[in-house]
């Protein structure tokens, strides 16, 4: 299996930025599509960004859209989540997220994912 550990999270005032970041380790990474996902209280895990197996496609929730940058890097196993100009609203634990894929489809749906990470929180002050 691969295990996924996220880091980076932290309390900030809106309008700051955070870097999450993903380390992976078990099977080759590069194998594996990977995703963000984010989830508040009484709320459903939702989908923020996703990233195929070699980088080359990504996909954004519109919420997050020119604010949020994904990117992974092969050789130290890593995924990363910029995040700039950030609201309230983005206040949730993040988790990241892994599946076996050689392909460029990006995948946003968390059953179209097999191991997560133990989640990081984000929180962003008014």
């Known amino acids: 299996q691969v295990q996924l550990r996220e880091s980076g999270g932290g309390l900030v005032r809106a309008g700051d930025s955070l870097r999450l970041s993903c380390a992976a380790s078990g099977r080759r990474f590069s194998n594996y599509a990977m995703g963000w996902f984010r989830q508040a209280p009484g709320k459903e895990r939702e989908f923020v960004a996703g990233i195929n197996w070699s980088g080359s496609s990504t996909y954004y929730v519109d919420f997050v859209k020119g604010r949020f940058t994904v990117s992974r890097d092969n050789v130290k196993n890593t995924m990363h989540l910029q995040m700039n100009s950030l609201k309230p609203e983005d206040t949730a634990v993040y988790y990241c997220?892994?599946?076996?894929?050689?392909?460029?489809?990006?995948?946003?749906?968390?059953?179209?994912?097999?191991?997560w990470g133990q989640g990081t929180q984000v929180t962003v002050s008014s």
């Open positions: 997220a892994a599946r076996e894929s050689l392909e460029r489809t990006v995948y946003s749906g968390p059953i179209e994912y097999g191991y």
